[in-house]
């Protein structure tokens, strides 16, 4: 059974449609055993790749794939990253449900179009960023 | 989540991850994670809610201005 009801998938093709500019990569990391939510985490990347030709899922084993998981140092699963002209570095550990769903949509459009929506005055103060910064925003289902 | 992801757009030095607790109860223990939304930035930097933009953006400049763990005295 589809997660994305059809009225919706109809909405989000429409927008996606419309704003979408260069192509996006979801790149998913999952593994068979052991990982209660990896089917459904899967199901979702591949419903979301079906809205718009300009999105293409590429789906690596946790386990097996050892470059891709060094390469976007992937520590656990399932994972999602999206990728556009080049890795941002936006990952999404477990299912992005309810409003994290939203936010998944809306990253996807950023990342295609290059740009996001942050404040000038924010924009110009993270230019002064020289170390590394690793953000963890931890959520629960909505 | 939008703003931790547009931060990650914006510099290649930053990047963002959405976790869902519930999938990871070791980090929940491990960050003790009572309420939702919680960021960690680097380590060092915690807090709990949504905040604005310029708050947001404060905690994350903090973070980057601590040096990393394991150069402190």
Same mark, same amino acid.
């Given at each position: ?15 996606? @449609?419309?704003? +979408? /500019?260069?192509? $996006? ?6 593994? !068979? %055993? ?6 459904? @985490?899967?199901? +979702? /990347?591949?419903? $979301? ?6 999105? !293409? %899922? ?85 | ?73």
């Amino acid at each position: 059974m589809p997660l994305l009801k059809d009225k919706d998938r109809d909405l989000l093709k429409d927008k996606l @449609a419309k704003e +979408l /500019a260069s192509p $996006v990569k979801l790149v998913f990391f999952t593994q !068979e %055993l052991e990982c209660e939510t990896c089917h459904i @985490a899967g199901q +979702l /990347a591949q419903e $979301v790749a079906a809205l718009s030709d300009k999105i !293409e %899922l590429v789906t690596y084993n946790f386990v097996v794939d050892k470059e891709p998981v060094a390469k976007y140092k992937i520590d656990k699963i399932p994972a999602l990253v999206i990728e556009g002209d080049k890795d941002y570095g936006i990952r999404y550990y477990g299912m992005p449900s309810g409003y994290e769903f939203t936010s998944l949509i809306e990253d996807i459009v950023d990342v295609s179009r290059q740009s996001n929506r942050l404040s000038p005055k924010t924009k110009e103060a993270l230019q002064k960023v020289t170390n590394p910064v690793h953000i963890q925003v931890f959520v629960t289902p909505t | 989540m939008r703003l931790a992801h547009q931060m990650a757009m914006e510099h290649d030095l930053i990047t963002a991850d959405m976790v869902e607790v519930q999938e990871f109860p070791f980090l929940a223990q491990k960050y003790n994670i009572y309420g939702v939304p919680k960021t960690v930035v680097n380590e060092t930097v915690h807090f709990e809610g949504a905040v604005p933009e310029a708050v947001f953006l404060g905690k994350v400049l903090q973070a980057a201005e601590a040096k990393p763990e394991g150069e402190k005295k």
